[in-house]
């Protein structure tokens, strides 16, 4: 399948497109085959999880993780994170209208959104979140770090939700709890890593609190007690919101269970390396080793089974953090509101003036007409 080939586009923006005019078996294989690859090399922790997703839910992870993985890449890693975004917005609206980009993890991705009803609201948030990336944000409270990682990984909890056929709002609300659970162990985990690069997630409130000058830590990090405490605090934040994700976790389909817990204790995993280094996450990286990951998965079995047995906790209830409402409303009525959000457009707004303020500055110094 060429970038011209077409897949039928929604009837409506609402409805999403539903299914495929032109089917090609091995351009789709070959295709899964590259996400597949990708998240094997990239995402060690999510591929040994997947392993324990039944196929039909499995093949589409892969898919929307490899997708999601390599722009995140693209943002964090790449030579212009601006250009990146707008990349990314690009191949969405390109991927929605069924005519994807010509590589294997944008006709895959297209696929996945067809025969899933994805709402577009959801990979929207994505966006939102790597545009605050490209943008240098830094964030205040502890609430406003829940904002980002609404969009970077709840997000991804919430769409892994829908390609499990899960659409009410308490199954969904305990998806996104667990994807902020997992965004703050990664936070977690690499504030030295990030700091090099000229980022903090930290919550600035709590540096301040501290008394730690963020541009001097981000010339020289180090692991002083401070900052060991506040690594220490943000992964107690986290393990509340794995515990509240626990209850969604033994509500799912039967045959997800023991993946979803595989990947709720891995991550879990990767902040409990953090705690045995002493909450050093700025001059090493936790990492869990093969025979830790088998362990997992082998528990992460035994809890699915036990799942099936013990009664529903009532913290399955629970409201939706406010954070990550509008996530939980976006999945579970996904035709109430298809439109951008207004402050997704501005977002994208600021990025295009700067990316043409940019050129411009670049073109007066070559003495080159802007493209």
């Known amino acids: 399948m060429n970038a011209q080939s077409p897949i039928t586009p929604a009837p409506d923006a609402a409805s999403g497109p539903r299914k495929l005019v032109v ?3 091995i351009q789709e294989l070959a295709d899964l085959e590259a996400c597949r690859t990708a998240i094997r090399t990239g995402s060690l922790s999510f591929h040994a999880a997947s392993r324990l997703l039944p196929a039909r839910v499995r093949d589409p992870a892969l898919v929307l993780y490899a997708f999601c993985r390599l722009a995140d890449d693209a943002v964090d890693e790449g030579s212009d994170a601006v250009d990146a975004v707008l990349r990314l917005q690009e191949r969405l609206d390109r991927a929605y209208a069924g005519r994807p980009a010509n590589q294997p993890e944008d006709r895959a991705f297209t696929r996945m959104v067809v025969e899933t009803g994805m709402p577009r609201k959801l990979p929207d948030a994505l966006l939102e979140g790597f545009a605050w990336d490209a943008q240098g944000r830094r964030f205040a409270s502890l609430s406003d770090v829940l904002d980002y990682s609404a969009r970077v990984a709840a997000t991804v909890g919430v769409m892994m939700a ?3 056929g899960v659409r009410d709002r308490h199954r969904l609300a305990r998806a996104a709890d667990l994807g902020l659970a997992m965004q703050l162990t990664n936070i977690a985990r690499d504030v030295g890593e990030d700091a090099r690069a000229g980022r903090v997630y930290l919550p600035t409130d709590w540096m301040a609190e501290a008394g730690i000058d963020i541009d001097a830590f981000l010339r020289t990090p180090a692991p002083v007690p401070e900052v060991r405490a506040m690594v220490k ?5 986290a393990g509340r919101l794995y515990e509240r994700a626990e209850p969604g976790i033994a509500a799912l389909p039967a045959a997800c269970r023991p993946g979803i817990f595989a990947a709720r204790h891995i991550y879990a995993g990767i902040g409990g390396q953090v705690r045995a280094a002493g909450f050093d996450s700025v001059t090493r990286r936790a990492r869990t080793s093969g025979a830790q990951k088998t362990g997992w998965l082998a528990v992460s079995g035994l809890q699915a089974g036990l799942s099936l047995v013990q009664p529903k906790l009532a913290t399955l209830y629970a409201h939706p953090r406010p954070e990550v409402a509008f996530l939980v409303h976006a999945a579970a009525d996904p035709a109430a509101d298809f439109s951008r959000s207004d ?4 977002t994208l707004s ?5 990316d043409l303020a940019r050129r411009h500055a670049a073109a007066a110094t070559s003495g080159a007409t802007p493209a």
């Open 343 to 346: 402050a997704l457009m501005d």
């Open 162 to 164: 829908v390609l499990m």
């Open 23 to 25: 089917r090609n078996p």
């Open 233 to 237: 605090r943000l992964l107690r934040e």
């Open 350 to 354: 600021r990025l295009r003036a700067t």
